[in-house]
C-alpha cells in the first residue's frame, strides 16, 4: 500500500513510539491525526514537527478506554480528512509492579491495563472499520510487547493485557479480511520516557543483547510503516527486539 494522502490515527502520538510513528508517517507523505489522553502539549509538538516538514497533522484528544470518545475522535477525524486509511493502536499504559508481588494487584489496576490496552485498541479498530471497509482497504497495526510472549514485563497485568492484544490481533485480523489488513508489531526494550528514572537498568541491558543496542522508536516507527506498505500479510505478530527473547 501507497501510505502517501492516506489519512493515519496514531493513538498515543504524543511521545516515544507513538511521535515516531507519526513523524514517520508523515515523512511518507500520509496525513496524520496525532491522538493523546492528557498529553496535549507533546501531541501538539508532533503536529508542529510535522507541519514544520511540510506535512498535514492535527491533534485530537480522546481517553481510548472510553467507547464514546473514541468514536467522537474518529468522527472528527473523518470530518477534516475525509475518512481514515490507516490505525495505528499504540496508546497503552503499564503499573511498575514486581512480578511476584501478586498481592498489589488490585482489581482497579487489572481493569484500568485492559480497558486501555485490550479495549482501547478494540474500540479503536472497531470505529475506523467502516470506513476502511467503504473503501475496500485498510491497514490497522497494534504495538503488543515481548511480555506478551514472555510473560515478564514491567508488572503480571501489563504481560498479559500485551498477551492479549497479540490475541486480539489474529481474532481481528480473520474478522475484518478480507478488506482490512490487522498485523501486530512486538517491541522488546525501547528507548522511550517508559524507562525514566530506570535509565541505567536499560543502559546495564543493552550489552546483553545479541545486537549490544537498545531499539529506538524511529526503528519500531520504520517497521510500522514497512507492515503498513505490505499487501500479502495480516495477522502476523512481528518482534522487533534486538535480539532480547533469542
Not at 501538539?44 to 514537527?49: G, Q, Y
Not at 493502536?89 to 489496576?109: C, F, K
Not at 489474529?170 to 482490512?180: N, V
Not at 543493552?206 to 507492515?227: F, G, K, V, W, Y
Request: proline residues 3%; hydrophobic residues 45%; contains cysteine.
Amino acid at each position: 500500500m501507497d501510505l502517501k494522502d492516506k489519512a493515519a490515527l496514531v493513538t498515543g502520538g504524543g511521545t516515544g513510539i507513538g511521535r515516531a510513528a507519526s513523524l514517520a508517517l508523515a515523512k511518507k507523505g500520509a496525513v496524520v491525526i496525532a491522538n493523546y489522553s492528557r498529553s496535549a502539549a507533546d501531541a501538539e509538538e508532533t503536529v508542529r514537527l510535522i507541519h514544520s516538514e511540510g506535512g498535514r497533522a492535527i491533534a485530537i484528544q480522546a481517553d481510548v478506554s472510553q467507547e464514546q470518545e473514541v468514536r467522537a475522535m474518529v468522527d472528527a477525524a473523518v470530518q477534516h480528512f475525509g475518512t481514515v486509511d490507516l490505525l495505528v493502536n499504540n496508546a497503552s499504559i503499564t503499573r511498575h509492579i514486581p512480578m511476584e508481588d501478586l498481592e498489589s494487584v488490585t482489581g482497579d489496576i487489572w481493569d484500568a491495563l485492559f480497558d486501555v490496552n485490550v479495549k482501547g485498541m478494540f474500540y479503536c479498530a472497531r470505529a475506523v472499520a467502516p470506513y476502511m471497509k467503504k473503501q475496500q482497504q485498510g491497514a490497522i497495526i497494534n504495538l503488543g510487547s515481548i511480555a506478551g510472549q514472555t510473560g515478564l514485563g514491567s508488572s503480571l497485568p501489563y504481560a498479559v493485557s500485551k498477551a492479549a492484544v497479540h490475541g486480539l490481533t489474529k481474532s481481528l485480523a480473520r474478522a475484518l479480511a478480507p478488506d482490512i489488513r490487522v498485523n501486530c508489531i512486538v517491541p522488546g526494550a525501547v528507548a522511550t520516557r517508559w524507562w525514566e528514572g530506570r535509565e541505567e537498568q536499560m543502559n546495564l541491558l543493552a550489552p546483553h543483547l545479541p545486537l549490544q543496542r537498545i531499539s529506538t522508536p524511529e526503528d519500531i516507527a520504520a517497521m510500522i510503516n514497512a507492515t503498513l506498505e505490505q499487501e500479502a500479510m495480516t495477522g502476523q505478530i512481528i518482534t522487533v527486539d534486538c535480539g532480547q527473547t533469542l
